[in-house]
């Protein structure tokens, strides 16, 4: 069965370092999006992507961030300077976009800001 | 605005049903899903509902909707300990279907 892959599993990185979490959508999906679930919180939207420009995007998603789908199956998400709040689980989901509009899940990225 | 509530925790004993509540406050919400998180891994989808169905099954699941009451619950027959999780209600709006709005999860303990 297709699954949505991400790697790293886990990344630590410094207060203000740079980084980019990468996700492998499923091959025929159309919509790719990014939420963040901070430890014991909700999960949280952060960006919908379709036809290579963001359709939406949440007030968390400020300039800091930024989405690329460099290829035909790599979905990325850029921080380019981490703060300790950004510390959280990253999923990356896809979906084909048509009814019933099922968004399948990665596994997550565990980021840690230190 | 959007807001999906859920009880934090739910324990029971194995071989009973569990029940898992879920509400909503949005009226225009179109589709109610179900996600399975099991501990260090991904959201599972498990089962959705489209709002105009008041009842979806499928194997031991078993998903019933209020619309009146804005009422979702989750009925998991024949708990296994292999349920134990944290389940996740969620809900895509009419206007919107790309962005998903989550509830906080129920996390479910079976006990053997």
């Known amino acids: 069965e297709p699954e949505v892959t991400q790697t790293p599993s886990h990344q630590v990185t410094q207060m203000g370092q740079e980084v980019i979490l990468r996700c492998v959508p499923i091959?025929?999906?159309?919509?790719f999006y990014w939420y963040r679930q901070i430890l014991g919180q909700k999960v949280e939207f952060l960006v919908s992507?379709?036809?290579?420009?963001?359709?939406?995007k949440s007030e968390i998603f400020d300039d800091q961030f930024s989405v690329e789908r460099p290829d035909g199956s790599n979905f990325t998400l850029k921080i380019r300077s981490t703060k300790l709040e950004d510390s959280a689980m990253y999923f990356c989901?896809?979906?084909?976009?048509?009814?019933?509009?099922?968004?399948?899940f990665g596994p997550g990225t565990r980021l840690t800001v230190t | 605005g959007e807001d999906v509530e859920q009880s934090l925790f739910l324990s029971v004993r194995e071989g009973d049903s569990s029940v898992i509540n879920c509400t909503y406050t949005?009226?225009?919400?179109?589709?109610l899903y179900w996600y399975k998180q099991e501990p260090g891994a991904g959201l599972q989808l498990l089962t959705y509902?489209?709002?105009?169905?008041d009842m979806k099954q499928d194997q031991r699941l078993t998903v019933l909707l209020n619309k009146k009451d804005k009422h979702l619950s989750l009925r998991i027959a024949d708990t296994q300990t292999g349920d134990s999780a944290i389940y996740f209600c969620?809900?895509?709006?009419?206007?919107?279907?790309?962005?998903?709005?989550f509830g906080s999860g129920t996390k479910l303990n079976v006990k053997p």
């Open positions: 989901a896809s979906s084909a976009g048509a009814s019933p509009y099922e968004q399948y």
């Open positions: 091959s025929n999906h159309l919509y």
């Open positions: 992507f379709y036809n290579n420009e963001i359709s939406e």
């Open positions: 949005d009226s225009s919400s179109t589709y």
């Open positions: 509902i489209f709002s105009n169905m």
């Open positions: 969620a809900e895509i709006h009419l206007y919107n279907f790309n962005k998903f709005y």
